[in-house]
């Protein structure tokens, strides 16, 4: 019987995942992964565990406790306060995903004998031309491919991802049906250690950030922001703006200076437009499955509608203009008529954004 552990979140969805693979016959372990949180926040851990620690029960499978606070902090955490300190915008789930939960999650569950670790993400691993690929969930309202571009093709071998085919109505359905105490739990939001605490409440504890002036594309003063590093270019929230003119259009965020500790926004398309690029350079570029042509499609965004994209060495250069910023991921699709991802759901890969070439 193959053994797996299942990353029991507290949430219904890794609930509903340990217990079809218990169904389908696996040798299922459930396990509680604790990360770093601050100690000026509320702590929910605990619950979190508590929820976890009553499915195991319900499901009659065994618990285990990982304490990856310490690896956690110095993987994830020092590395995105890094980031943004630099005026970059990275994705804490990202650095997440692949330092816990397919990092070091995965080494632990195979000391212990593992033969696969899964969890509750909205992803599927299929077989395709006699190799595994990883394929987007079934679910587009909650798919999670674009989060989980630094897989490897090694990692496909050993991860599950047991509701991967199901709609999230449907794994609600399944969870009352399992008896699953969680079946009508809300979904956890923002970033994976903070829950609903926004980052103007977790940064100022780590970097000295004070507040500035929001500039037109004239270079005037026209607004107050709250501090450059809590800005990305394309963000139209956040900011105040004191001096308005008679276009009533919500103002975008078109570039920023660090060292300035400047925002300049604008709400002329054009001028929006312009800031705009077709080409960026990129690093640390990661492919789960290698691609059979330059031409793909990407994303930027979470859920964002893909868009055509050719990936030239350390260059991707867009079928159209994106409005994008420094730190975060472009995550890599299949063409839809390619031999890879026909519908064009096989998520290839992925890399950071290094610099935007204007």
């Known amino acids: 019987m193959k ?3 299942v990353g029991l979140s507290g949430g219904v969805d890794s609930a509903v995942s340990a217990a079809l693979l218990k169904q389908q016959g696996f040798d299922v372990t459930g396990v509680f992964i604790k990360v770093w949180s601050p100690d000026f926040l509320p702590c929910t851990w605990r619950d ?22 310490r690896e956690y902090k110095k993987g994830v955490v020092d590395l995105m306060i890094k980031e943004y300190e630099a005026g970059r915008t990275p994705n804490p789930d990202i650095l997440c995903n692949r ?17 696969f670790i899964a969890t509750g993400h909205y992803a599927q691993i299929v077989e395709s031309q006699k190799s595994k690929v990883l394929k987007e969930g079934k679910d587009k309202e909650k798919d999670q491919s674009y989060f989980l571009w630094t897989l490897t093709h090694e990692d496909l071998s050993h991860v599950l991802f047991p509701i991967g085919h199901l ?32 980052l103007e409440t977790f940064l100022p504890h780590f970097l000295k ?4 002036d929001v500039l037109n594309t004239r270079g005037e003063i026209i607004g107050l922001h709250k501090g450059a590093i809590y800005y990305t270019v394309g963000e139209r929230h956040g900011f105040e703006i004191l001096k308005k003119d008679t276009n009533s259009k919500p103002f975008y965020v078109v570039s920023k200076s660090m060292e300035n500790n400047t925002i300049t926004v604008s709400n002329n398309p054009i001028e929006i437009n312009s800031h705009a690029t077709r080409e960026i350079k990129i690093k640390d570029i990661n492919w789960i499955t290698k691609p059979q042509r330059q031409d793909l499609w990407g994303r930027i965004r979470y859920r964002q509608k893909k868009f055509k994209v050719k990936v030239d060495g350390d260059k991707a250069i867009f079928s159209e203009p994106q409005t994008v910023a420094s730190g975060q991921s472009i995550v890599f699709y299949a063409c839809p008529n390619s031999k890879a991802g026909r519908d064009g759901e096989i998520c290839l890969g992925g890399a950071i954004i290094n610099k935007i070439k204007l």
Not at 170 to 195: N, P, T, Y
Not at 209 to 212: E, F, L, P, V
Request: glycine share 8%; hydrophobic share 45%; net charge positive.
């Open 209 to 212: 950030i004070k507040s500035g």
């Open 48 to 69: 979190e565990r508590r929820d976890a620690m009553r499915v195991a029960a319900k499901l009659d499978i065994p618990f285990l406790f990982f304490d990856f606070a």
């Open 3 to 5: 053994k797996v552990f």
């Open 99 to 115: 330092e816990i939960k397919f990092g070091i999650f995965w080494e632990k569950a195979k000391e212990m004998g593992a033969n």
């Open 167 to 198: 709609e999230k109505s449907e794994v609600r359905k399944l969870a009352k049906k399992f008896g699953i105490s969680v079946a009508e739990k809300k979904d956890s939001q923002g970033i994976c250690f903070l829950g609903d605490v926004d």
